[in-house]
């Protein structure tokens, strides 16, 4: 990515589980998944009324009331399991918060809830009824039962769209993804002890839109490089994961953040409803960001080193690594080694091997090539003898000796005398 005109790359993504930086990533995420789990097999959800049924009755009083007398309130009515209320109060204590389970019968219900009322007005005094609801349990059980099947359908039909725009390696990690972040906003909602309504289910699915969102987004760029760098084979493709990773981090950032200031701010000023919806949307938007980089990435490229193909050009760029290593060793023991480029090596490499398959495979075509007959007309009887032809005059002339002189300093001392001697 490009900070400030100058770009800044991050090794994020690894071609093994138990390396670095996989380790750092994998390790935080075991944590919040064994954490949400804890919390939901010790604590439970906090359901609704919407989906387990029942009678919620939310009133202002004029006395702050104590939590353990309304419950007290509530135990006299065992016999109906009232004693499983749920009572929570706000503002100080003037306002009391009272989720019952449902009562089949009508009538018991209904003289049951009046004197419930009753009693807490003649103890704190009731100013005004905020909200009273009542829901059947047969109800909550259909909404509970249709929300899996919406779920289940969901990812199948996410899982047969990414499978056909990339491919099915690419659409399982997105979908162990959209779990992660699912699970672990359920787990937390556990750990705080905040309720699950309808609300912060339509959170929930905005959640799984938006982690599946950031992750095509990644997964595209992922797919165009390992075409570009797939056909040089010089990158393994745990570092096409990290290069595409790389470039479209700023961008994940940036709408992380615009996201979540929203967000944010409906949760510091919005009301308790809102509250709650606010929340879920806080820790989906935050998981998803967080996913689609750290868990469905590292998925993918780990599941993709596996192939042949990336398999041996991961071996190749290891090779390369400890050459390199023993040629900076050597360097330093004094003993200078010629400088290589090593992407030229790997590319003379490759060109060699490429050379040395299509010389096999033209030696492998001429065995196979049958050898051509002689033709008919060119076939001599046995019993004609060849015709005698008469050999050709050569136009060359024969070679003349040169004359022998006689050099050295024997001749060259003679000649000198004649001539001293005429003089």
Not at 168 to 173: D, E, L, Q, T, W
Not at 194 to 218: C, E, H, K, M, W
Not at 283 to 302: D, E, M, Q, R, T
Request: proline share 4%; aromatic share 8%; net charge positive.
């Amino acid at each position: 990515m490009f900070v400030k005109s100058r770009e800044v790359k991050f090794n994020l993504i690894g071609g093994k589980v138990l390396s670095p930086p996989n380790i750092y990533w994998f390790s935080f995420s075991g944590l919040l998944i064994v954490v949400s789990l804890i919390a939901l097999l010790t604590m439970g959800i906090n359901w609704g009324i919407e989906f387990e049924g029942g009678y919620l009755v939310k009133l202002e009083l004029d006395k702050p009331a104590n939590v353990e007398d309304v419950r007290g309130i509530l135990a006299e009515y065992a016999d109906q399991a009232l004693d499983k209320s749920i009572v929570q109060t706000s503002e100080e204590g003037k306002i009391v918060t009272l989720r019952m389970p449902y009562i089949e019968d009508p009538e018991i219900r209904k003289n049951t809830i009046t004197e419930i009322k009753t009693t807490v007005d003649d103890r704190y005094g009731v100013a005004e009824v905020l909200e009273e609801e009542q829901v059947g349990s047969e109800w909550g059980r259909e909404v509970s039962r249709k929300a899996i099947i919406a779920l289940a359908v969901f990812l199948l039909v996410i899982l047969l769209y990414i499978t056909f725009r990339l491919e099915f390696k690419m659409a399982v990690p997105a979908i162990l993804a959209l779990v992660h972040d699912t699970f672990i906003t359920v787990g937390i909602f556990a750990l705080t002890r905040r309720q699950v309504n309808p609300a912060t289910v339509i959170a929930f699915l905005t959640i799984l839109g938006y982690s599946l969102y950031d992750t095509i987004v990644v997964f595209d760029r992922v797919d165009e490089n390992s075409t570009l760098y797939a056909k040089s084979g010089k990158m393994a493709y745990a570092d096409i994961v990290n290069e595409s990773v790389n470039q479209t981090l700023i961008r994940s950032i940036n709408t992380t953040l615009t996201t979540l200031i929203p967000i944010i701010t409906i949760l510091i000023f919005g009301g308790g409803t809102l509250k709650d919806f606010a929340f879920a949307l806080f820790l989906g938007v935050l998981l998803g960001g967080y996913s689609s980089i750290f868990v469905a990435c590292p998925l993918l490229a780990l599941w993709k080193e596996r192939e042949p193909r990336y398999a041996a050009i991961r071996e190749k760029a290891q090779a390369r690594g400890a050459r390199e290593a023993i040629l900076i060793t050597s360097a330093r023991g004094g003993i200078v080694e010629p400088e290589v480029d090593l992407e030229d090596e790997l590319e003379m490499e490759l060109e060699e091997e490429a050379m040395e398959e299509e010389a096999a495979s033209v030696a492998v075509r001429k065995q196979k090539k049958p050898k051509p007959k002689p033709a008919a007309s060119k076939l001599k009887p046995s019993g004609t003898k060849p015709k005698q032809t008469a050999p050709k005059a050569t136009s060359k002339k024969p070679q003349q000796r040169k004359k022998a002189t006689t050099k050295g300093p024997s001749g060259g001392k003679k000649k000198k005398k004649k001539k001293k001697k005429k003089r």
